[in-house]
């Protein structure tokens, strides 16, 4: 895969986490960068992780396998977009 198109599938990965969250918490969000941490700056918890990765699942098709998903990979936005593009 070339650059541009890995730039290309991770900003749709990043924008699918931020339509999903928005679904999950139901609220707009508007300032979300790759930065953002999900649940220091986004108060989430165990249940809204539930919902926000089936939500992805459901937005990409793909299906997360809980086993492979480390706390590290929920630290932040970013984090998530790369376990994703990852495990595509």
Not at 15 to 38: G, N, Q
Not at 59 to 70: G, K, R
């Amino acid at each position: 895969m070339t650059t541009v198109a890995q730039d290309t599938d991770r900003r749709q990965i990043i924008d699918a986490i931020v339509v999903a969250l928005s679904e999950v918490l139901r609220k707009e969000l508007t300032d979300v960068t790759e930065e953002t941490r999900l649940f220091d700056d986004l108060s989430l918890d165990s249940t809204s992780v539930l919902g926000l990765l089936m939500a992805l699942e459901d937005a990409l098709d793909i299906e997360v396998d809980p086993e492979s998903l480390e706390q590290s990979h929920l630290e932040s936005v970013g984090a998530l977009a790369g376990y994703i593009a990852e495990s595509r």
